[in-house]
Protein backbone atom coordinates (compact mmCIF):
# COMPACT_ATOMS: atom_id res chain seq x y z
CA UNK A 1 0.00 0.00 0.00
CA UNK A 2 2.78 2.68 0.73
CA UNK A 3 4.79 2.77 -2.45
CA UNK A 4 7.36 5.31 -1.03
CA UNK A 5 8.88 5.35 2.41
CA UNK A 6 11.43 8.48 3.08
CA UNK A 7 14.05 7.96 5.94
CA UNK A 8 17.05 10.16 7.49
CA UNK A 9 15.55 12.84 8.85
CA UNK A 10 17.00 14.40 12.30
CA UNK A 11 18.39 17.27 13.86
CA UNK A 12 21.66 19.16 13.61
CA UNK A 13 23.60 21.98 13.97
CA UNK A 14 24.11 24.46 10.85
CA UNK A 15 26.82 23.42 8.33
CA UNK A 16 26.12 19.65 9.41
CA UNK A 17 25.01 17.35 6.95
CA UNK A 18 22.14 14.58 6.22
CA UNK A 19 21.37 11.79 3.79
CA UNK A 20 17.69 11.42 3.16
CA UNK A 21 16.58 7.89 1.74
CA UNK A 22 13.61 7.13 -0.24
CA UNK A 23 12.85 3.76 -0.89
CA UNK A 24 10.01 2.61 -3.07
CA UNK A 25 8.88 -0.71 -4.73
CA UNK A 26 9.38 -2.04 -8.24
CA UNK A 27 6.40 -0.12 -9.24
CA UNK A 28 7.09 2.83 -7.93
CA UNK A 29 10.27 3.50 -9.54
CA UNK A 30 9.46 2.47 -13.13
CA UNK A 31 8.01 6.39 -13.52
CA UNK A 32 10.22 8.75 -15.62
CA UNK A 33 11.52 11.10 -12.42
CA UNK A 34 12.00 10.77 -9.09
CA UNK A 35 12.29 14.50 -6.91
CA UNK A 36 12.64 15.74 -3.17
CA UNK A 37 10.01 18.40 -2.45
CA UNK A 38 10.19 19.79 1.42
CA UNK A 39 7.34 22.02 3.15
CA UNK A 40 7.94 24.49 5.52
CA UNK A 41 5.07 25.52 8.56
CA UNK A 42 3.02 28.37 7.18
CA UNK A 43 4.40 27.51 3.30
CA UNK A 44 4.22 26.08 -0.01
CA UNK A 45 5.56 22.50 -0.74
CA UNK A 46 8.28 23.53 -2.54
CA UNK A 47 10.38 21.98 -5.28
CA UNK A 48 14.11 20.95 -3.92
CA UNK A 49 15.65 18.32 -6.79
CA UNK A 50 14.58 15.80 -9.10
CA UNK A 51 16.28 12.67 -11.24
CA UNK A 52 15.85 11.14 -14.51
CA UNK A 53 15.37 7.20 -13.77
CA UNK A 54 17.13 6.06 -16.91
CA UNK A 55 20.26 8.87 -17.28
CA UNK A 56 20.35 9.75 -13.78
CA UNK A 57 19.50 13.76 -15.57
CA UNK A 58 18.91 16.28 -12.67
CA UNK A 59 17.62 19.86 -11.51
CA UNK A 60 17.92 21.53 -8.59
CA UNK A 61 16.66 24.53 -6.79
CA UNK A 62 18.38 27.66 -6.95
CA UNK A 63 18.51 27.38 -2.73
CA UNK A 64 20.19 23.85 -2.44
CA UNK A 65 22.89 24.10 -6.13
CA UNK A 66 26.24 23.10 -4.94
CA UNK A 67 25.34 21.82 -1.63
CA UNK A 68 22.25 18.80 -1.94
CA UNK A 69 22.88 16.10 -4.22
CA UNK A 70 20.33 13.82 -5.86
CA UNK A 71 21.45 10.04 -6.82
CA UNK A 72 19.60 6.81 -7.52
CA UNK A 73 20.27 3.10 -7.18
CA UNK A 74 18.07 1.32 -9.36
CA UNK A 75 18.71 -2.44 -8.07
CA UNK A 76 17.60 -1.46 -4.87
CA UNK A 77 14.87 0.60 -5.96
CA UNK A 78 15.93 3.90 -3.63
CA UNK A 79 17.03 7.20 -4.44
CA UNK A 80 19.22 9.61 -1.92
CA UNK A 81 19.44 12.91 -1.21
CA UNK A 82 22.69 13.97 0.53
CA UNK A 83 22.32 17.24 2.09
CA UNK A 84 25.65 19.41 3.12
CA UNK A 85 26.24 22.93 4.71
CA UNK A 86 22.46 22.69 6.05
CA UNK A 87 21.02 25.91 6.94
CA UNK A 88 18.45 26.94 9.26
CA UNK A 89 15.71 27.64 6.21
CA UNK A 90 16.60 24.00 4.74
CA UNK A 91 14.37 23.32 8.11
CA UNK A 92 11.08 21.42 6.72
CA UNK A 93 9.33 17.87 6.03
CA UNK A 94 10.94 16.53 2.86
CA UNK A 95 9.03 14.41 0.88
CA UNK A 96 9.51 12.11 -1.94
CA UNK A 97 7.51 12.06 -5.53
CA UNK A 98 7.41 10.55 -8.87
CA UNK A 99 6.12 11.90 -11.85
CA UNK A 100 5.76 10.77 -15.64
CA UNK A 101 8.18 14.14 -16.98
CA UNK A 102 11.19 15.66 -16.13
CA UNK A 103 9.99 18.78 -14.38
CA UNK A 104 9.93 20.64 -11.36
CA UNK A 105 6.05 20.86 -10.93
CA UNK A 106 4.55 20.10 -7.85
CA UNK A 107 0.88 19.34 -9.84
CA UNK A 108 2.99 16.46 -12.30
CA UNK A 109 4.40 14.20 -9.41
CA UNK A 110 2.21 11.63 -7.93
CA UNK A 111 2.87 9.00 -4.94
CA UNK A 112 4.07 11.03 -2.78
CA UNK A 113 5.36 9.69 0.54
CA UNK A 114 4.73 10.56 4.58
CA UNK A 115 7.74 12.96 4.94
CA UNK A 116 10.73 13.10 6.93
CA UNK A 117 11.41 16.00 9.50
CA UNK A 118 14.81 17.71 8.88
CA UNK A 119 15.24 19.98 11.62
CA UNK A 120 18.38 22.78 11.35
CA UNK A 121 19.57 24.45 14.24
CA UNK A 122 22.17 27.93 14.43
Known amino acids: QVQVVESGGGSVQAGGSLRLSCAAS????????VAWFRQAPGKEREFVTT????????IYADSVKGRFTISRDIGRYTVYLEMNNLKPEDTAVYYC???????????????WGQGTQVTVSS
Open 26 to 33: RRFFSNSA
Open 51 to 58: ITRRDGKT
Open 97 to 111: ATSDEFTTARASYNS
